[in-house]
Antibody
């Protein structure tokens, strides 16, 4: 069974950093592109970015390129999202998703940016 | 960025009814490889999104054939035949042809 489990969310002060993780199981992690999508409270979905199998290609939505960094550890079957300079606009549920067709999603982890 | 326009924003349906949701893009979604990377997702209440249809018309794993997708270029449609209670939620189209990927605003399917 394909499983994606995000972790690392929580309450963080404005201007601080936070690193999210997505633990993958049930499939060959290093065979797939992986990505991050977020959803602000009561809003729609926003694509953050994606990373290919060997981390040689990483794409970000332009508005987040200078704040967020996507990485992966294929030995640990884990995807990461490093977020910096967080603001209230970054408050959202953060999902990881498998592949370029969004075939599988995790349950999400809530990040709340507030003082 | 490619703008994805979904209509209607909401739909009220009775169980057993058939419905269609439209998704129009601001640019053609045909990629240089000839494929069209337009997908449909369903987010049930309190849940994470789930893939329903990929590349316009291909059913995702475990998705019942009551769901079907059609369309080409800039105009796409998701059809649900014989709506069941488990189909309620918000439907999103997403394009992955042009960078960055962009989502429609969603169509909320509710019970009449």
């Amino acid at each position: 069974e394909v499983k994606l489990v995000e972790s690392g969310g929580g309450l963080v002060q404005p201007g601080r950093s936070l690193k999210l993780s997505c633990a993958a199981s049930g499939f060959s992690f290093n065979d797939y592109w992986m990505g991050w999508v977020r959803q602000a409270p009561g809003k729609g979905l926003e694509w953050i970015g994606e990373i290919n199998q060997d981390s040689s290609t990483i794409n970000y939505t332009p508005s987040l390129k200078d704040k967020f960094t996507i990485s992966r550890d294929n030995a640990q079957n884990t995807l990461y999202l490093q977020m910096s300079k967080l603001g209230s606009e970054d408050t959202a549920i953060y999902y990881c998703a498998r592949g370029r067709r969004f075939a599988y999603w995790g349950q999400g982890t809530l990040v709340t940016v507030s003082s | 960025d490619v703008v994805m326009t979904q209509t209607p924003p909401s739909l009220s349906v009775a169980i057993g009814q058939s419905v269609s949701i439209s998704c129009k893009s601001s640019q053609s979604l045909v990629y240089s490889d000839g494929k069209t990377y337009l997908h449909w997702l369903l987010q049930s209440p309190g849940q994470s999104p789930k893939l329903l249809i990929y590349q316009v018309s291909n059913l995702g794993s475990g998705v019942p054939d009551r769901f079907s997708g059609t369309g080409s270029q800039k105009d796409f449609t998701l059809k649900i035949s014989r709506v069941e209670a488990e189909d309620l939620g918000v439907y999103y189209c997403v394009q992955a042809t042009h960078f960055p990927d962009t989502f429609g605003a969603g169509t909320k399917l509710e019970l009449k």
